[in-house]
């Protein structure tokens, strides 16, 4: 009699083991369809994060989709552009959505034309499709210190953007036939991205910027809502029956980015540089 009841007692005990083990697994490790979460929030200013988050949901055979959570005003031109290259190719494999926050212009608009579908909210500022390139000029601040730089040069227009001196005429024209090619790239990669007349995106790639609703007329965006609309949508075009389960990835503490401090600051520091980029 005592043998079963200690039998009992060891069976209910393992279950309760179990199901413990069971809700504590479920919890890290969620089963079911999913669907990715990655954010893209502040200055674009790289882009390798990003890129290895996408690589790995599209290899992932249990993540259905991925959703793009972008609120960011843009930033560099080469980290926007390979992380457009990167959805582009996902896309091709899986069904991308991107969802726009308060913010997703310039450069944060480039990443998101690639997408299969583009949610904005109604007051989401996007567009500003254009380039801008700052040069600080600190020569009458070196003037009044009294201070000098020589320059030897392998060059004429070698510094043509030193931030030491003001730019001549003919050194305009040069950065202003830049400019526009890197432009004109941006243009082209929205066209591609939205599968629009290139004229059609040329006439409102001023740098203009328009709300979610706005920009819905001109189709820069396919739908208005927030990201769990975002998140059904992933879900009913990946086939996904029921809610979906939905994974992200959990921000680390680094050592090194403690050390290298936010993103943001690297525009402190005076250089010239070309930006995908809503500066109001």
């Known amino acids: 009699m005592k043998k079963v009841f200690w039998l009992?007692?060891?069976l209910f005990v393992?279950?309760?083991?179990?199901?413990?083990?069971?809700?504590m697994l479920q919890k890290n490790f969620p089963i079911g369809e999913r669907v990715a979460l990655i954010r893209v929030e502040g200055m674009i200013v790289d882009s390798k994060d990003t890129i290895?988050?996408?690589k790995e949901y599209v290899k992932d055979p249990l993540i259905k989709a991925i959703v793009?959570?972008?609120?960011?005003p843009g930033g560099a031109v080469a980290p926007a552009q390979e992380i457009?290259?990167?959805?582009?190719?996902?896309v091709a494999k899986k069904k991308?959505?991107?969802?726009?926050?308060?913010?997703a212009a310039s450069?944060?608009?480039y990443i998101a034309s690639p997408a299969t579908k583009i949610i904005a909210n109604p007051g989401t500022l996007t567009g500003s499709i254009g380039v801008i390139m700052e040069i600080p000029n600190v020569e009458g601040l070196m003037s009044k210190l009294g201070i000098k730089t020589e320059v030897v040069k392998s060059g004429e227009k070698k510094d043509m953007a030193s931030v030491f001196r003001g730019i001549k005429k003919e050194e305009r024209a040069i950065l202003q036939k830049v400019l526009d090619n890197v432009h004109d790239q941006f243009i082209t990669?929205?066209?591609?991205?939205?599968k629009m007349p290139y004229e059609d995106v040329k006439q409102i790639a001023d740098g203009r910027i328009f709300t979610g609703e706005q920009a819905l007329k001109v189709g820069l965006v396919d739908k208005l809502g927030n990201i769990e609309d975002a998140v059904q949508v992933a879900a009913e075009l990946s086939g996904i029956k029921g809610e979906p389960v939905l994974i992200s990835k959990k921000e680390r503490f680094s050592l090194i980015d403690l050390i290298r401090g936010p993103k943001e600051l690297i525009d402190i520091i005076p250089s010239v540089k070309i930006k995908y980029l809503f500066t109001p």
């Open 189 to 194: 990669a929205v066209a591609e991205g939205r």
């Open 14 to 23: 393992l279950l309760i083991v179990v199901s413990l083990l069971f809700v």
């Open 52 to 54: 290895y988050e996408i």
């Open 107 to 109: 450069g944060g608009y």
């Open 84 to 90: 457009y290259e990167e959805i582009k190719k996902a």
């Open 68 to 72: 793009l959570r972008i609120d960011s």
């Open 8 to 10: 009992i007692i060891g």
């Open 96 to 103: 991308v959505i991107a969802s726009m926050g308060s913010i």
